[in-house]
């Protein structure tokens, strides 16, 4: 996959490698958020991840990405 992205007065060839986003990477950019000096690079991932994952694959793999958590804690969301 390839994209042209803007950077200054030009424009530049992204290319993907093609291998499939972690949900970790969108985690990991929303918590650079919080952050008085967040990693451009780590908002950049986050925001090509959103770009690459339909919207329903997003969702699954922030439920169970959740899910994973409470599992690890021993609870269920009906204890919630």
Request: glycine fraction near 6%.
């Amino acid at each position: 996959m390839v994209r042209l992205e803007k950077q200054g007065d030009s424009f530049v060839m992204i290319t993907g490698s093609g291998e499939k986003l972690d949900i970790n990477v969108l985690i990991n950019a929303i918590a650079e958020l919080q952050k008085s000096y967040p990693d451009k690079a780590k908002l950049r991932e986050g925001l090509h991840y959103l770009d690459e994952s339909p919207s329903a694959n997003i969702r699954n793999d922030l439920k169970a990405s959740l899910q994973k958590a409470l599992d690890n804690k021993g609870m269920r969301i009906t204890e919630l």
